[in-house]
């Protein structure tokens, strides 16, 4: 049996920012969740669409693990990854760093931890782990899944070998703060921005970034054509957006609140701009959500002809966002 002794935990909502809380707390770097988030450049769309899929998803980040990946080369933190194909290798590669001590992060599929409540498999979701016994492993999720929770060694290894979309093998990470602390916050932040904003401005092809939401705004009024059963897929859709770890609004929630931080911190016009277009942002996809599961639960296509015109607002406020956040300058 091994516990890390005075891991912290917060009510946290998205599943990444929520562990690497964790990590970065119990060495004495305390970041808000939107910090972390806005450090690691974490905002992003996406339409995503596929004839083997059921139904399309709108995404509002990065990929899983490179939000980790930016906010370590961000911070100038020391990142350890570790990823195997044998089960065996695996455990011994969480439980080294936690029998001396030190939370470790995983990447998983939650559809097998036992106290997840929405049974969907999902490879790309991060948990931090802390403990563990004969029986169970102690770990961190979000507070929408009751914060600090326990599932069997079984079902662990199960969502560890877990394999699909998004999924990675075994995965496993620390994270290092340098002995003087980490690189200056405010150094840090104006790259994060201007990195995110490109990102969000220049998107290689039109299912990302402001072309995707554009695209989203024509697409979204075909919803009701495109579900056998719009009674499921647009309630579900809508949940996506407000509350599978999204922070609500997308993940512009977040964005919004870190904006607000660097406003704080840096004397810019271009930052305040931002931010005040990113709060209009923020409750524009909140109304998209409702007016999807709206057209879900009376069957109105109207609703959704409505959440393609806000979606086409969408484009345009968070395109002129990034133009002001692109300006920054170190």
């Known amino acids: 049996m091994t516990t890390v002794e005075?891991?912290?935990?917060?009510?946290t909502q998205h599943c990444e920012t929520t562990a690497l809380g964790v990590l970065l707390r119990h060495q004495g770097l305390d970041l808000s969740e939107p910090m972390l988030f806005g450090l690691g450049s974490g905002l992003s769309f996406i339409y995503w669409?596929?004839?083997n899929m059921g139904f399309p998803f709108l995404g509002g980040r990065v990929k899983p693990f490179e939000l980790?990946?930016?906010?370590?080369?961000a911070l100038g933190l020391e990142l350890e990854v570790k990823e195997t194909g044998s089960p065996r290798?695996?455990?011994?590669n969480v439980r080294a760093p936690l029998d001396t001590g030190h939370p470790v992060g995983l990447q998983l599929d939650s559809y097998h931890l036992e106290y997840f409540s929405s049974k969907v498999h999902f490879g790309g979701h991060v948990v931090a782990l802390y403990g563990y016994d004969d029986r169970d492993a102690h770990l961190v999720d979000t507070d929408q899944q009751g914060g600090a929770v326990s599932t069997s060694l079984t079902s662990l290894a199960e969502a560890r070998a877990a394999r699909g979309p998004m999924s990675a093998r075994h995965r496993s990470f620390t994270l290092t703060v340098p002995s003087g602390g980490p690189l200056g916050l405010v150094d840090r932040i104006v790259p994060a921005i201007t990195a995110c904003a490109a990102a969000l401005l220049h998107p290689p092809i039109a299912n990302l970034g402001h072309r995707g939401i554009e695209k989203a705004g024509k697409l979204v009024p075909t919803w009701m054509r495109r579900t056998d059963d719009p009674r499921r897929d647009l309630p579900q859709a809508a949940l996506l957006m407000e509350k599978a770890g999204t922070g609500g609004a997308?993940?512009?929630?977040?964005?919004?609140d870190f904006l607000a931080e660097c406003v704080e911190l840096l004397d810019s016009g271009h930052v305040r701009a931002?931010?005040?277009?990113?709060?209009?942002?923020?409750?524009?996809?909140?109304?998209?959500?409702?007016?999807?599961?709206?057209a879900g639960a009376s069957g109105e296509e109207e609703c959704l002809r409505q959440a393609g015109t806000v979606l086409g607002e969408l484009s345009r406020v968070e395109r002129e966002a990034m133009r002001e956040l692109i300006r920054l300058e170190p």
Not at 6 to 11: E, L, M, P, Q, T
Not at 89 to 92: H, I, L, V
Not at 250 to 256: K, S
Not at 284 to 293: G, N
């Open 49 to 51: 669409d596929s004839k």
């Open 68 to 73: 980790t990946r930016n906010l370590a080369a």
């Open 89 to 92: 290798r695996a455990w011994e």
């Open 274 to 294: 931002g931010h005040t277009l990113y709060t209009e942002a923020a409750a524009l996809w909140t109304d998209v959500a409702a007016l999807v599961e709206k």
């Open 250 to 256: 997308l993940f512009r929630n977040l964005y919004r």
């Open 6 to 11: 005075g891991i912290d935990v917060r009510g």
